[in-house]
């Protein structure tokens, strides 16, 4: 008997969500130990069942599938997360792996392959829907010059890599004792700055530059 994958499923749609948990339960590798509807209750049933997978939707209600991600990774490290999603921006993806997620997958997909796909990151691979991945390694592959960054003052730098770091203008504010609105005019300037039209590329740029390494704590 192959061992068997223990696995959480969080959506706000019953449907979908009982018929993901049908679809995987079915085979004999997996176990679906618990469904959640909120990002709250994911949380709280990752605490108490122990999943070696999580699959999360991004749109739930309460605290969302990107902060409950952050938080199961956060108190339980060794769980693998999937954001299983009808979101399809290059923003959520980055957002989603910064935050600790190792898997983004599409709600089109189809069944055999999720389960594929499930195997695959339990196994302790990584996954991005193709055209999402493509989209990212082709603003990672721009030419960039580092004279932009050297225009940045401390602050901004630091704003910055907290932003790569998948953290919202609030949770910049808080860790570095900002208002919120003070936190939106650093990134009006960093964005001029470094010649870009959104906090993705901005935050794409860090990570090529290598300005997303550290975690602050």
């Given at each position: 008997?192959?061992?068997?994958?223990?696995?959480?499923?969080?959506?706000?749609?019953?449907?979908?969500?009982?018929?993901?948990?049908?679809?995987?339960?079915?085979?004999?590798?997996?176990?679906?130990?618990?469904?959640?509807?909120?990002?709250?209750?994911?949380?709280?049933?990752?605490?108490?069942?122990?999943?070696?997978?999580?699959?999360?939707?991004?749109?739930?209600?309460?605290?969302?599938?990107?902060?409950?991600?952050?938080?199961?990774?956060?108190?339980?490290?060794?769980?693998?997360?999937?954001?299983?999603?009808?979101?399809?921006?290059?923003?959520?993806?980055?957002?989603?792996?910064?935050?600790?997620?190792?898997?983004?997958?599409?709600?089109?997909?189809?069944?055999?392959?999720?389960?594929?796909?499930?195997?695959?990151?339990?196994?302790?691979?990584?996954?991005?829907?193709?055209?999402?991945?493509?989209?990212?390694?082709?603003?990672?592959?721009?030419?960039?010059?580092?004279?932009?960054?050297?225009?940045?003052?401390?602050?901004?730098?630091?704003?910055?890599?907290?932003?790569?770091?998948?953290?919202?203008?609030?949770?910049?504010?808080?860790?570095?004792?900002?208002?919120?609105?003070?936190?939106?005019?650093?990134?009006?300037?960093?964005?001029?700055?470094?010649?870009?039209?959104?906090r993705t590329e901005a935050?794409?740029?860090?990570?090529?530059?290598?300005?997303?390494?550290?975690?602050?704590?």
């Open positions: 008997m192959p061992e068997t994958t223990r696995i959480l499923i969080a959506d706000d749609h019953p449907l979908f969500r009982e018929g993901v948990a049908a679809s995987l339960g079915a085979a004999e590798d997996f176990a679906v130990v618990g469904q959640a509807s909120s990002g709250e209750e994911a949380v709280a049933l990752a605490l108490e069942s122990r999943p070696d997978i999580v699959l999360l939707d991004i749109k739930m209600p309460g605290i969302g599938g990107i902060a409950a991600a952050r938080q199961i990774a956060e108190r339980r490290p060794g769980v693998r997360i999937v954001m299983l999603t009808v979101v399809e921006d290059a923003e959520s993806l980055l957002t989603a792996l910064k935050v600790g997620a190792h898997g983004y997958v599409l709600k089109g997909v189809a069944a055999s392959e999720l389960r594929t796909i499930v195997r695959s990151v339990a196994a302790g691979e990584a996954y991005v829907t193709p055209t999402l991945a493509a989209e990212m390694l082709k603003e990672f592959s721009r030419p960039r010059t580092n004279d932009a960054f050297s225009a940045l003052t401390m602050r901004e730098r630091e704003v910055l890599e907290l932003l790569s770091q998948g953290l919202t203008n609030r949770e910049i504010g808080e860790r570095l004792h900002l208002a919120e609105k003070t936190v939106k005019h650093y990134m009006t300037l960093i964005l001029q700055k470094l010649h870009v039209r959104t935050a794409l740029l860090a990570v090529q530059h290598g300005l997303a390494g550290r975690e602050k704590r």
